[in-house]
């Protein structure tokens, strides 16, 4: 079993896991991912719909908390929407 993850985990390479975008979604939402990690992220958002709610809840998020002034998104928050919403699914 051990020999199929290895495997897997092989072809995966390059690849986004959940983590991943939970890593990289606000550097996404501000543009500012390499356009092999880009293409990456969206290879994953558009198989993953937890990430895909993730990504949507979290753009929101931050377009709302950007109108306050001098508030940022803090990346425990980001974490815990990911959590809640792969428990949801
Ligand atoms: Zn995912």
Known sequence: M???QAIKRFF???EFDCDDVANHSSAYLDNELKENKRSAFQA????CGPCQAFVGTLSSTISALSRLPGV???SSLK???LDR???ES
Do not use: D, T
């Not at 994953?44 to 198989?47: E, M, P, V, W």
């Open 2 to 4: 051990i020999v199929f």
């Open 12 to 14: 995966r390479k390059g």
């Open 44 to 47: 994953h958002l558009s198989k």
């Open 72 to 74: 940022n998104a803090p």
């Open 79 to 81: 974490r815990s929407l």
């Open 85 to 87: 919403m792969h428990r």
